[in-house]
């Protein structure tokens, strides 16, 4: 038994995860954070596929013909890659990897597998979007970190703490062979 200030603690509950220990409030608490941060982008996703009117009125829906990107990346007004930004608004490719990207890295996320992939390519999507809006000179209330960075973060948190072990597919996940195979995976 252990004396933390006058509180006797018999046994500090916690979860394994390779190389590190985390209580159980921890590990729930990361498990929270994977899982709302996978909502994000797979709302983001469905709001931007279906126009389910909040971001994406109905009309401007990607099932109705509408472009995921076309909106955000034309409106851009500021920063060096402006130019190039509009460039690429509503490409076909643009709005493929964009919307796969948001499926992807959301459904990683909720789920708990793949977080790695998913880590690396939503701190990426979240640094394009950075650099697009440019914070730096739009009047950004924090133009440093705003929340493009607060998700990338996220991401690679909840990947790099195993949070997919927790109210996730993680374990099973990390236990098929093909993932024991190319550790990346996981």
Not at 55 to 79: D, M
Request: aromatic content about 12%; charged content about 10%; overall charge positive.
């Amino acid at each position: 038994m252990a004396t933390i200030g006058r509180h006797n603690i018999t046994q500090l509950e916690s979860v394994e995860a390779p190389g590190a220990m985390l209580t159980h409030a921890a590990a729930r608490s990361l498990a929270v954070l994977r899982i709302a941060t996978g909502f994000v982008f797979l709302w983001a996703f469905l709001d931007k596929t279906f126009g389910l009117g909040f971001s994406t009125p109905t009309e401007r829906a990607w099932i109705n013909g509408g472009s995921p990107t076309k909106g955000f990346l034309s409106s851009l007004e500021t920063g060096p890659f402006a130019g190039f930004f509009h460039d690429i608004a509503g490409a076909g490719w643009a709005n493929w990897l964009f919307m796969l990207g948001l499926l992807g890295i959301g459904l990683a996320l909720i789920l708990g597998i793949g977080l790695r992939i998913a880590a690396v390519a939503g701190a990426l999507m979240m640094a394009f979007m950075w650099v697009a809006e440019w914070p730096l000179a739009s009047g950004s209330s924090n133009p440093v970190v705003d929340y493009h960075v607060i998700y990338g973060i996220a991401g690679v948190v909840v990947a790099l703490t195993y949070a997919g072990h927790t109210w996730g597919l993680g374990r099973w996940w990390a236990k098929l062979p093909l993932v024991q195979k190319n550790r990346w995976l996981i």
